[in-house]
């Protein structure tokens, strides 16, 4: 959780949106994941919850939102924050969440058309494999926090 270095110490009093800060991981009613897995998976993401939340506090940023359109309850820690309205487009963003950063491009950086930001190390990475792996040590990380996921409309900080 590094802070923002001086050139884009500005961005503390942008947009922030967390994407997908579920209570549990997901699974799609088509799939399976097994439970050692499951648990694994929803571990990380509560540490990366955590790790969110604490930086948000810790560097005193207020104008924080959430995107949560699944009917997953959202976690704990962000339950008080309101949801993004989608309409709001101008100014710049900062996203973080979850997902490989594959639902913070779909979801919050391919639909504005301000200056984005994707903060690279509060965005988790879901492993490719997580449906198919039997085992913790199966699971497969590929790391999206690159430009090649975003183009170049996204800033990685």
Same mark, same amino acid.
């Given at each position: 959780? #590094?802070? /923002?270095?001086?050139?884009?110490?500005?961005?503390?009093?942008?947009?922030?949106?967390?994407?997908?800060?579920?209570?549990?991981? *997901?699974?799609?009613?088509?799939g399976?994941?097994?439970?050692?897995?499951?648990?694994?998976?929803?571990n990380?993401?509560?540490?990366?919850? &955590?790790?969110i939340?604490?930086?948000?506090?810790? &560097?005193?940023?207020n104008?924080?939102?959430?995107?949560?359109?699944h009917?997953?309850?959202?976690?704990?820690?962000?339950?008080?924050?309101?949801?993004?309205?989608?309409?709001?487009?101008q100014?710049?963003?900062?996203?973080v969440?979850? &997902?490989?950063?594959?639902?913070?491009? &779909?979801?919050?950086?391919?639909?504005?058309?301000?200056?984005? *930001?994707?903060?690279?190390? /509060?965005?988790? #990475? /879901?492993?490719?494999?997580?449906?198919?792996?039997?085992?913790?040590?199966?699971?497969?990380?590929?790391?999206k926090?690159?430009?090649? /996921? *975003?183009?170049?409309?996204v800033s990685?900080?």
């Amino acid at each position: 959780m #590094t802070p /923002l270095s001086k050139e884009f110490k500005h961005l503390y009093n942008a947009t922030w949106i967390v994407v997908d800060p579920w209570s549990y991981q *997901y699974v799609p009613a088509n799939g399976h994941c097994v439970q050692e897995v499951k648990t694994h998976i929803n571990n990380v993401n509560n540490y990366y919850a &955590h790790m969110i939340y604490q930086y948000l506090q810790d &560097h005193n940023i207020n104008n924080v939102y959430i995107i949560n359109n699944h009917d997953i309850p959202t976690h704990r820690l962000f339950e008080k924050f309101d949801k993004w309205p989608s309409n709001s487009r101008q100014g710049d963003y900062v996203f973080v969440g979850y &997902h490989s950063g594959n639902c913070v491009k &779909h979801k919050g950086t391919d639909v504005i058309n301000g200056n984005c *930001y994707v903060k690279a190390d /509060l965005t988790c #990475t /879901l492993a490719e494999n997580w449906l198919t792996a039997k085992s913790i040590d199966e699971l497969q990380y590929e790391f999206k926090e690159n430009m090649s /996921l *975003y183009g170049d409309m996204v800033s990685i900080i």
